[in-house]
């Protein structure tokens, strides 16, 4: 599995939380990542992307303003750091990647994806 993420947790409303994805086994700088999260009983949603050059970003709507996807190349890292927490942006998070990818919303498009990281937002 070359993406691996972490740094979920439980945290309370209008908490902030700061999610890793590390990569292994492929050019890192190489691949576009995007993030999406999986909630009980609903589909898979896009998050955030960004482009392998760094430089295109995407968010969705319910997370723009509070959500920012960076991404680390020397350290093969990218991060998704979640500020203003609500209790609708609990989930299962992971993150998936796609060779020259730029900042798409796509899931189809990804080619490679982990093991994901959960975040609960409850008081």
């Known amino acids: 599995v070359p993406l691996q993420a972490s740094g979920g947790g439980l945290v309370q409303p209008g908490g902030s939380l700061r999610l890793s994805c590390a990569a292994s086994g492929i050019t890192f700088s190489r691949y576009g990542l995007g993030w999406f999260r999986q909630a009980p009983g609903k589909e898979r949603e896009f998050v955030a992307a960004?482009?392998?050059?760094?430089?295109?970003?995407n968010y969705a709507d319910s997370v723009k303003g509070r959500f920012t996807i960076s991404r680390d190349n020397a350290k093969n890292t990218a991060y998704l750091q979640m500020n203003s927490l609500k209790p609708e942006d609990t989930a299962l998070y992971y993150c998936?990647?796609?060779?020259?990818?730029?900042?798409?919303?796509?899931?189809?498009?990804?080619?490679?994806w982990g093991k994901g990281t959960l975040v609960t937002v409850s008081s």
């Open positions: 998936e990647a796609v060779i020259y990818g730029g900042s798409t919303s796509d899931g189809r498009v990804y080619t490679y």
């Open positions: 960004i482009g392998w050059s760094g430089g295109l970003l």
